[in-house]
Nanobody, 126 residues
Framework: HVQPVESGGGLAHAAGPLRLSCAASGPSFSKYTDAWIRQAPGKEREGVAGNGTDGSTDYGNSVRGRFSISQDNNKNTLYLEMGSLKPEDAGMYYC????????????????????WGQGTQVTVSS
């Protein structure tokens, strides 16, 4: 099965950009529904952006219009372009995948994903 490995986290300025990457070893990411999921301290995991096997995308209400999920099948890598960052965007960001073909309404549900990376920490300075 796919094994995601995230990178690109760190300290970013509020209103600034940051790009996260998730390189997958094993099968092609294109065969999976995948997503970026974050967890802030003391809070539950929250689906940020989802990417279906058909290339359709979904976003959480708090990031829609600011974040963009994309996938490079040649590099077997998933990306999260983050813009207009806010302090509340800080947290641990995980890349996750499942072999299930999830409908749009379930792609942002963390419990639907089977394969997870170790996470990459994002800190936003105000």
């Amino acid at each position: 099965h796919v094994q995601p490995v995230e990178s690109g986290g760190g300290l970013a300025h509020a209103a600034g950009p940051l790009r996260l990457s998730c390189a997958a070893s094993g099968p092609s990411f294109s065969k999976y529904t995948d997503a970026w999921i974050r967890q802030a301290p003391g809070k539950e995991r929250e689906g940020v952006a989802g990417n279906g096997t058909d290339g359709s995308t979904d976003y959480g209400n708090s990031v829609r219009g600011r974040f963009s999920i994309s996938q490079d099948n040649n590099k077997n890598t998933l990306y999260l372009e983050m813009g207009s960052l806010k302090p509340e965007d800080a947290g641990m960001y995980y890349c996750a995948a499942t072999e299930l073909r999830l409908s749009w309404w379930s792609r942002l549900i963390p419990g639907r994903y089977d394969y997870w990376g170790q996470g990459t920490q994002v800190t936003v300075s105000s």
